[in-house]
C-alpha cells in the first residue's frame, strides 16, 4: 500500500464538499437555477395509461381495486370515470364523445338506483345495472381473447421471413438411371437386327472323321496317358473340336483306345489299348 505524505500547508477548503453541476451549457457547468427561467404550464405532459374505450376504463377501474364485476358499486366508479374523463378533455378532446356517453349511463344508472322502491317493484324490476354488467363481461371476453392472440408470433413483428431472390439458372432436367440388363436388351436387339442383313456362304471343309482318327492314333502311340483336352486344336474352330471329338468317340466304339478318370471330376485321359 502506498501512503500519500502529509501536506505543510493544508488548503481550509480541501475538506469542503464540492457542488455539482445539475447542467452543462455550451461545456460550461451550471450550479444555481437562473432566476428569470420561465418554464410554460403546457411544457411537462404526464401521459397516463391509454384505453381502448369506455369499456375499457371501467374494467381498468374494477381490477384495481378488486371488486367483483357483478355487484359495481356505482357512485365510486362513477366519480372516478368522471375524474379521468375531465382530465381527457383539456389533452384528447376529439376522444371524449363516447366517454361523456358512457358517464351518462353511468349517471343514469346512479339515479335510478337512489330511487325510492317497494319491495314489490324491487322485486319485479331488473337490476340497472344489468346491461352495463353483461356489456363488461361481453368485453373482457373478448379482451381477453386480443390478448391470447397478441402472444402468439405473428410475421412482421416477431418472426422475420428471409427472402433471397434466386439467380437466373435453366432448368435441369434429370436423366433417369439406366440399368445393365436393360443395356443388354438393346444389345441383344441390335445383334437380332443384324443377323438378318448378314450374308454367308456354306462350303465344305476338308475334315475327314478317319483321318483324324488315325491322328489320335499317332498321338496315342507309346502307351502313354495323353489328357483328352490336348487331342483338340482350338485354331480350327467349332467344325475341328466336333470332328475331333467323334474320332475320340469312334476310337472308343472300336475299343482301340481308352478314357481313364482316377476320380470323380477329375481331368480325363486318354490312352492307346494294348494289343
Known sequence: MHETPPTESPDPQAGAQQELPFALVYGQAVTELPQDLYIPPDALEVFLEAFEGPLDLLLYLIRKQNIDILDIPVAAITHQYMAYVELMKSVRLELAAEYLVMAAMLAEIKSRMLLPRSNEAQEEEEDPRAELIRRLQEYERFKAAAEGIDELPRVGRDLIVPRLDAPDARARKLLPDVALEE????????LRRADMFESHQVTREA??????????????????FVPFVALFTVEEGRLGVVVTFMAVLELIKEQLV??????????IHVRARAE
Request: avoid cysteine; glycine fraction near 6%; charged fraction near 30%.
Open 258 to 267: 481308352e478314357l481313364v478318370q482316377n476320380e470323380p471330376f477329375a481331368p
Open 207 to 224: 475334315l475327314s472323321t478317319r483321318e483324324r482318327m488315325s491322328e489320335v492314333l499317332e498321338r496315342l502311340k507309346g502307351g502313354a
Open 183 to 190: 443395356v443388354l436388351l438393346s444389345m441383344a436387339e441390335v
